[in-house]
């Protein structure tokens, strides 16, 4: 998807992507805090000058490709509306660049959502305990008192779980084509689900053992 930015810009393709995969952290970690800023980073280290028409262009064509990637799957939109209806507070932290919060009000998940933390937005991303922690207060929760369900990216599950959250993998088939980074979802022995649905399942067993 890359070479339609490069090709807006007129920058040679390769070179272009080669240098915005290497932005990855610095997109995710906040550093950018608009895509034309990104875009313009990659833009001088090759020695390419975009026309601001040229700017606005990749900015379009960027915003669309995260609109596509950013389709709920099947069941997601029903069970957050069936946890909302049962009272639960939800919350979501993700790693990811500026274009996902610039496009969340745009999202089915903006009105389900209690409290979004984008790590592009607050400088802070995961496995960092801080941001699992500002995700809990800003729901005005104690980490005991949340569920963390996510695909163990980055181990995320065990600094979730060290803190104090209850942690639930969400089996992921991507997982099996990037295994290093999904290290933690092959070797998780811990509660894991393999749909979003199945949380409130999860949550009725909980329900049980405390009643």
């Not at 209806?85 to 274009?99: D, H, M, T, V």
């Not at 933690?184 to 749909?195: K, P, Q, V």
Request: aromatic share 6%; glycine share 4%.
């Amino acid at each position: 998807m890359t070479p339609d930015l490069a090709t807006a810009v007129n920058a040679p393709a390769e070179q272009f992507l080669e240098l915005w995969r290497k932005t990855t952290n610095l997109r995710i970690d906040g550093t950018f805090q608009s895509i034309e800023a990104a875009v313009e980073h990659v833009c001088a280290a090759i020695g390419v000058q975009p026309t601001n028409e040229e700017l606005s262009k990749a900015v379009e064509i960027r915003l669309n490709q995260i609109r596509r990637a950013l389709k709920p799957k099947r069941d997601a939109v029903a069970t957050m509306r069936a946890l909302k209806r049962s009272g639960y507070k939800i919350g979501l932290l993700s790693n990811c660049s500026i274009e996902i919060p610039i496009l969340w009000p745009e999202s089915p998940f903006a009105q389900l959502v209690d409290s979004p933390v984008f790590s592009s937005r607050e400088h802070l991303k995961k496995p960092d305990p801080h941001i699992f922690d500002l995700a809990c207060r800003r729901l005005d929760e104690t980490p005991q008192q949340c569920l963390y369900i996510a695909d163990g990216e980055n181990h995320e599950l065990s600094v979730a779980r060290s803190i104090g959250l209850h942690p639930v993998l969400i089996r992921n088939s991507f997982a099996s084509r990037r295994k290093e980074l999904f290290r933690e979802a092959t070797e998780w022995d811990g509660l894991a689900i393999s749909s979003l649905s199945e949380v409130l399942k999860v949550l009725d067993a909980a329900a049980v053992r405390e009643g």
